[in-house]
């Protein structure tokens, strides 16, 4: 266990805390920092760690991260502070799977780069946090988000993007805005399974809703969707083409500034 401590470097290319191939270990109360590279990483193999009321932060411009998670299963990181301003915030990435990210706070200011990517990876939650960026699934399976908000600035921006065939998401009792020409949610090409939105609120965006042709056999399931506060002119279900099961109950167009929907 390592508790109110503070760990810190200043050299690209290097983490302030690396744990490879190592389990079960406790990281609370801490700062975890470095401006000019990688703040905290969990990689290959580093298994049931818990990250809790900790700050994680990088200022690396580009492919750097405050949070990276590789190859790593069932980690959970809770109440804490994940930033990057000129990069990457948290990545999940190529087999990081059942990893927990709960009542956090994620931030980047970047237009280039993701304040949370979850990529090649499965069974990942992310619960009761607030996501400040572009949040980004790619070529996942059974992305579960429930209880968060997700905000973005990058003008044409969206909020949440799922793409890359991913398999299956669950997204509930959240809320989402995108960027003024961009998307709430944007579902992009090729996704497959169930595709479940749930009690969620769409706010600001030029669409609320962006939904590309998603693989044979997808199914995407709507309930309890409100949509407010849209660019004027806004789009709030925008179908991009193809041929797919959609239900859809419960749906409130409550913006003024919709013009379609």
């Not at 946090?129 to 572009?134: F, I």
Request: glycine residues 14%.
């Amino acid at each position: 266990t390592i508790s109110d401590s503070t760990m810190t470097s200043n050299t690209a290319n290097k983490y302030a805390l690396y744990i490879v191939g190592s389990d079960s270990n406790t990281i609370t109360r801490s700062y975890i920092s470095n401006p000019a590279g990688n703040g905290a990483g969990l990689n290959t193999g580093a298994d049931y760690n818990t990250i809790s009321d900790s700050t994680m932060t990088s200022a690396g411009i580009g492919s750097y991260y405050a949070l990276y998670i590789y190859d790593s299963d069932s980690n959970i990181v809770t109440r804490s502070y994940i930033s990057n301003p000129s990069g990457y915030g948290a990545r999940l990435y190529f087999g990081a799977d059942y990893n927990t990210i709960s009542d956090s706070i994620m931030t980047s200011d970047s237009g280039s780069y993701y304040v949370l990517s979850i990529s090649i990876s499965s069974s990942n939650t992310v619960s009761g946090s607030y996501v400040h960026g572009l949040a980004y699934i790619t070529g996942s399976t059974g992305t579960v988000i429930g209880g968060s908000i997700f905000v973005t600035d990058t003008v044409t921006g969206s909020a949440l993007q799922l793409a890359g065939g991913s398999l299956n998401l669950a997204l509930s009792s959240s809320t989402l805005s995108g960027g003024t020409q961009g998307a709430g949610i944007y579902l992009d090409e090729n996704n497959s399974g169930i595709i479940n939105l749930s009690s969620n609120t769409i706010t600001g965006g030029a669409y609320g809703l962006n939904i590309a042709t998603q693989a044979a056999g997808a199914t995407l399931s709507i309930t309890s969707m409100t949509f407010s506060s849209l660019t004027a002119g806004a789009t709030a279900i925008n179908f991009l083409g193809g041929q797919f099961v959609s239900t859809f109950t419960g749906v409130g167009f409550n913006s003024a500034n919709i013009a379609v929907n």
